[in-house]
């Protein structure tokens, strides 16, 4: 378990990390999210021992970041933004290094890196020089020396970042795959990976805390959780926004677009063709889908979509992080 | 031990795979021999002496161990790989040390490569080999003292030329304390006694010690501390620059 004890850090008057305290146990992958520079990595450094924290403290299995760093470090595997290595040496050569540091020793050490360069597909550019490859290979060289030692705590600050779409899905997979029995902490700024790989995250905002839950718990902060986006043909619009909003649970149903189903013939309006998007929106935390979709159906109108909306991660992340802000 | 040895060996082993090494050391024998056979006149010396070789080392070592040692630190908090060599179960004084005796190890290889030198004055004529040795020995320590200045420096900024340049004024000074302008110059602004320990720090009269084929306890633990004290200070820039 890695636990957070009321960890801050300061840069001279800013307070990069302002006293921040969580849990993580094995089996979840927790994502950390939140704005540039709001101090995901920060905390990251904390974490693994790299930044000493202005007070408050956190523990890695245990062991205590500010009296057994050796001991915390070797229970990690790092992955620093931006995955710095030694770039004039090849691969082979640095997955080597890390393996004798992290103290492996002969057949053993061999055996440690030839694996790794297997599971994170560098076995063709072993005896590449890091300098020289690809952005996607030298983050793959940054999850090899971080996986090798196959710790039970990765800390992965932004794994994805500069990798395209293909490396990106290959990524999150790994990181789930391994996810099951570690514990591990990643950062991002993208909130649709939070969604893929985290089965929680922790939405950090000018060194706070301002959200920690499972993604579907933060989506329903969101003020769409829950509404419901409804395309009807057929209807008398301006009648029918007015009977939905006195359906059981409705708070309120707004007009998204509205434009005529036969445009190619506008000459003439045809009032009863008319196509519209309603969205609408449920008092807090009542379930309205099985009311709306009674009365849709009591109604006769033609539905082309009709879509229960689970919230927009963007939206809390916005109003938690840069709407909070302005208060 | 073990992560001292990796350190040692990583860093070793990347002053060799670029070519900074063939480049230093293809530069420092041409220097010194240069200077021995051109400026010294080895030659109409008549003397089967090497003297007028190690004479010259203090101000090679100037220039030439900070262009060796100004990367040890910069480069690692340029590249952002302090941050993976601190998050790797290495302890400071494992990483310092590993760095350090790295960089002295491939300085003392380019020093060995002066071997012909030694074999020369053998043909030429019966030098004693005891005040050679001593004068190989004094010059290894002085590189280690010139290189410890530069670790320091090296630790102080991001900027390999910064770090440069530093090296070679604070190693400037640190030699200069002891020649005779310098000392003069002190004497002038401060008490005999005061002035005195200053030039007593000076890499310059330890050195002297060994060019005369003596090998004086002072003059050991004189470097061999002011190694210690530089590579103690290094730990200390490093530990609060780390990770700026």
């Keep these: 378990m890695i636990a957070v004890q009321s960890l801050s850090r300061h840069f001279g008057s800013i307070k990069a990390v302002d006293d921040i305290s969580f849990s993580v146990n094995k089996g979840e992958i927790l994502g950390f999210l939140g704005p540039n520079g709001a101090g995901k990595s920060t905390t990251m450094k904390m974490i693994t021992t790299f930044l000493a924290p202005t007070s408050g403290t956190a523990t890695v299995d245990g062991f205590d970041i500010l009296e057994q760093p050796l001991e915390v470090r070797s229970r990690i595997g790092y992955l620093p933004e931006s995955s710095p290595s030694y770039k004039d040496m090849n691969v082979f050569d640095f997955l080597m290094f890390a393996a004798e540091v992290r103290g492996f020793d002969g057949d053993e050490r061999l055996k440690k890196v030839k694996d790794i360069m297997e599971t994170c597909n560098l076995k063709e550019v072993a005896y590449q020089q890091i300098d020289t490859l690809s952005k996607g290979y030298r983050q793959r060289v940054g999850f090899a020396q971080a996986f090798l030692h196959d710790p039970d705590y990765l800390i992965l600050d932004e794994p994805t970042d500069g990798l395209d779409p293909n490396q990106k899905q290959e990524v999150r997979n790994l990181i789930k795959r391994m996810g099951q029995e570690k514990c591990i902490i990643l950062s991002t700024h993208i909130l649709e990976e939070v969604e893929a790989v985290c089965t929680r995250a922790i939405i950090i905002g000018e060194g706070k805390i301002v959200a920690d839950g499972s993604p579907e718990e933060l989506r329903s902060k969101s003020q769409l959780h829950g509404a419901i986006t409804l395309d009807v043909a057929g209807a008398n619009l301006e009648s029918a926004i007015a009977e939905l909003e006195k359906v059981q649970g409705v708070d309120r149903v707004e007009k998204l677009i509205a434009q005529d189903s036969q445009k190619d013939n506008n000459d003439k309006k045809d009032e009863d063709n008319e196509l519209a998007r309603l969205r609408i929106f449920p008092m807090c935390g009542k379930s309205i889908a099985h009311d709306v979709a009674n009365f849709v159906h009591s109604k006769k109108w033609v539905v082309d979509g009709f879509t229960v909306e689970k919230g927009d991660l963007n939206e809390v992340f916005y109003n938690l992080t840069k709407g909070g802000a302005k208060q | ?244």
Aim: proline content about 3%; some cysteine.
């Design chain 2, 1 to 244: 031990m073990r992560n001292f040895k990796a350190i040692l060996k990583r860093e070793l082993k990347s002053y060799f795979e670029s070519p900074v090494a063939y480049v230093f050391i293809v530069i420092f024998l041409l220097a010194t021999t240069g200077c021995t056979f051109f400026i010294s006149r080895f030659f109409e010396n008549r003397t089967a002496t090497l003297e007028p070789f190690f004479v010259w080392h203090p101000w090679l070592y100037l220039f030439l161990v900070p262009a060796v040692g100004m990367r040890l630190w910069s480069e690692e908090r340029k590249s952002g790989t302090i941050e993976l060599l601190f998050t790797l179960p290495v302890t400071m004084g494992q990483a310092l040390a590993g760095k350090f005796i790295a960089a002295w190890l491939f300085l003392g290889i380019a020093l060995l490569m002066t071997f012909p030198m030694v074999l020369t004055v053998a043909y030429l004529g019966s030098p004693d080999y005891g005040i050679i040795f001593a004068s190989y020995l004094g010059s290894f320590l002085l590189a280690g003292g010139f290189l410890s200045v530069t670790c320091l420096f090296s630790a102080m900024s991001k900027n390999q030329v910064i770090s440069f340049v530093l090296s070679v004024v604070a190693c400037f000074a640190m030699l200069m304390l002891g020649v005779g302008v310098f000392t003069d110059l002190l004497n002038r602004f401060f008490p005999v006694w005061l002035s005195e320990t200053i030039s007593a720090f000076s890499f310059f009269t330890h050195f002297q010690g060994f060019q005369r084929g003596l090998i004086d306890s002072r003059d050991l633990v004189f470097f061999v501390s002011i190694i210690c004290f530089m590579l103690a200070a290094n730990a200390v820039v490093l530990e609060r620059k780390k990770s700026e």
